[in-house]
């Protein structure tokens, strides 16, 4: 299966899980619910839950023991979104190419909608069916490393330098740290989880850690340079929004082509990770690869 035909599988099967777990939009109170249900199904590549299942089935695992997970993490990344289009944050208009939820719903509900579906993740994360499917200290640590990958040691201190970089010149180690934490951490501990929950053994995780570091990294600096040489209808968001607000970007730091060949390097050297796993990596590979080549 090609990584197109892989990827567009997966998003239809992560789009109809969304829909079967979130609580219908005439459910009252209505403003929470149809603003959450906007911002999820506003399109979305579902990359992250897709990599939940990769890893699994890298591992031998089965899907359907831990979509609940693979749910979860894409309401977390939803949020993280929602969140960072904020005025207070990145204040951006445009989001998978529709209206930013802030501007369609108002900023008091943008962020409860992603407050909500933060804890609507961690209700998924303890769903009865995977209790029924996966053993309880695997659950219990998964769980654990995702609340630690998306914290103030992961993603929000990633996003808090993120911020209090705007303006600044950063050197290395800060546009590093910004970006490993900011948005390396939650792919990371995706492609763990999905492990995590599947009874990896001991190498076949840490094997999956780093390419889930090298990857994780190489897709925060294709987004950078997607924010220079996008086309805007195709990436869904506010192109050059880096540049107008003066963000730590590896472009900025280090230019286009030097940042690209990092990006290359970095899924290379992920992709070398997964020797062990023979054909059932091939997934892996080819989400790999597709993080150098997207155009959204
Ligand atoms: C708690 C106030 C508050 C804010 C949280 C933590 C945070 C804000 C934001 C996380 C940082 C962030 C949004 C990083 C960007 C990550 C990124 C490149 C997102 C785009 O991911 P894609 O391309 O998007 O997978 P789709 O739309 O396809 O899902």
């Known amino acids: 299966m090609s990584a197109a035909e892989y990827l567009s599988k997966g998003r239809d099967y992560i789009d109809s899980a969304i829909c079967n777990y979130m609580p219908e939009e005439t459910v009252y109170p209505v403003s929470i619910h149809k603003s959450m249900i906007y911002s999820i199904l506003a399109g979305g590549k579902r990359l992250r839950p897709i990599l939940v299942i990769a890893a699994t089935e890298a591992v031998g695992g089965n899907r359907e023991d831990i979509l609940p997970f693979a749910v979860a993490v894409e309401y977390i990344h939803t949020y993280t979104l929602i969140h960072d289009d904020l005025p207070a944050l990145d204040n951006d208009d445009l989001r998978r190419g529709k209206p930013t939820n802030h501007k369609v719903f108002g900023e008091a509900i943008a962020i409860l909608a992603g407050d909500a579906l933060l804890t609507q993740a961690f209700y998924l994360m303890t769903h009865s069916g995977l209790m029924n499917a996966v ?6 640590q998964a769980a654990h490393d995702m609340t630690v990958a998306i914290g103030t040691s992961g993603m929000i201190g990633g996003q808090v330098v993120d911020i209090e970089s705007e303006g600044k010149l950063v050197d290395a180690k800060t546009l590093e740290y910004i970006h490993v934490h900011k948005t390396g951490c939650l792919i990371k501990a995706c492609i763990r989880a999905g492990a995590i929950l599947s009874q990896a ?5 840490e ?8 990857i994780g990294l190489a897709f925060q600096i294709v987004d950078d340079i997607l924010d220079i040489t996008a086309d805007e209808s195709l990436l869904g968001k506010d ?12 472009p900025a730091l280090y230019g286009l082509d ?5 990006a290359e390097k970095l899924v290379e050297e992920g992709i070398a990770y997964l020797e062990i796993f023979k054909n059932r990596a091939e997934p892996l590979r080819e989400i790999g690869r597709f993080f150098l080549q997207r155009t959204f």
């Open 207 to 214: 094997a999956l850690s780093n390419y889930g570091e090298q």
């Open 258 to 262: 030097e940042a690209r060949k990092k």
């Open 201 to 205: 053994k001991t190498e076949e995780l």
């Open 135 to 140: 053993p309880p200290e695997r659950l219990l």
């Open 239 to 250: 192109v050059g929004s880096d540049v107008d607000k003066g963000k730590a970007t590896y």
